[in-house]
């Protein structure tokens, strides 16, 4: 049986789908399980319990792990017979920068070391920049035809989440990717101006990137979980893939047999957010 946290969330739900589909055993976390319907087969079950008994698979979500406390639940795991533990983790703890110009990726590497010291078998899943980011501009792409950003040049490869999930899946029930980091990304280096192009030909509006300067972007940027030190990390990111097409990972067709899917793909898929 395996268990999946952050069962609802846009990484995690498309893991339960592919494990239910493969007729796995499925145990889907999350704060309110009787508000949601899982696929035939999966049973919910509320976050904070952490309920792991008879689980020999785990996926761990890293801001679960943090929300609940990764040494509680990684010694929970330990005490429940977990035997692997496959872990969401971020491309960012590859960066090798000081961890104050780097906060995500020192957060993330630490993660990764708690697991592997538990000595239970593991995968880190390593994404590049998600599609889902393109949410950001939902707002303003129903309002108008401009986006303005920082960066319009910064170049990134999204990936879509149901291609992590399939990789994340594939690592908890085969032996394939045991002791593996993969490094996930989508097949195509796009700058935030041709995202914001792509959205426009999917769902027929001509829309444009406008830049804003560093500053602005900064202010519009901290809220919510995004922390001043968080805004400063992924605006230097930004500025540092300006002109810098990203390197595009083979892994997701090496892992799933298949292409990733591409960014037009993802919105077409989403169009709604954006008014389309």
């Known amino acids: 049986m395996i268990v999946v946290t952050g069962a609802t969330g846009n ?27 899982f696929p035939e087969g999966v049973s ?11 689980a020999t698979g785990l996926f761990l979500h890293a801001a679960v792990a943090w929300q609940l406390g990764a040494e509680k639940l990684l ?19 590859l960066e090798e920068t000081d961890p104050k110009d780097n906060p ?23 994404p590049g920049a998600f ?38 899946a594939r690592a908890l029930l085969t032996d394939d990717l045991v002791g593996r ?7 195509e280096s796009l700058t935030f ?24 972007a900064r202010e519009k940027m901290v809220g919510g979980f995004v922390t001043p030190e968080i805004a400063d990390s992924l605006l230097r990111v930004f500025a540092g893939c300006v002109d810098r097409p990203q390197a595009i990972s083979p892994e997701v067709e090496r892992i799933t047999g298949r292409p990733p899917r591409t960014f037009a793909e993802w919105v077409a898929e989403h169009r709604g957010a954006f008014g389309g």
């Not at 919910?44 to 008879?54: F, M, S, V």
């Open 131 to 168: 599609a889902v980011n393109a949410f950001q501009w939902a707002d303003q792409i129903k309002a108008g035809d401009v986006v303005y950003g920082a960066y319009a040049g910064a170049h990134m490869a999204p990936i879509h989440e149901a291609d992590m999930g399939a990789v994340a």
């Open 104 to 126: 995500i990726g020192a957060m993330h590497r630490e993660l990764e070391a708690q697991v592997e010291r538990t000595g239970l078998e593991w995968t880190h899943v390593r």
């Open 44 to 54: 919910g079950a509320r976050t904070e319990d952490l309920p792991l008994e008879g």
């Open 11 to 37: 990484v995690g739900a498309h893991v339960v789908k592919e494990l239910a589909a493969a007729g796995a055993e499925v145990r889907a976390l999350t704060r309110d399980p009787e508000a949601t319907r």
């Open 181 to 187: 980091t993969p490094e996930l990304t989508g097949p």
């Open 75 to 93: 010694e929970r795991a330990k005490e429940a017979g977990v035997r692997r533990i496959v872990m969401l983790s971020s491309s960012s703890v």
């Open 193 to 216: 101006a041709d995202q914001v192009r792509v959205i426009g030909e999917v769902i027929g509006r001509p829309l444009r990137y406008e830049e804003i300067p560093h500053e602005v």
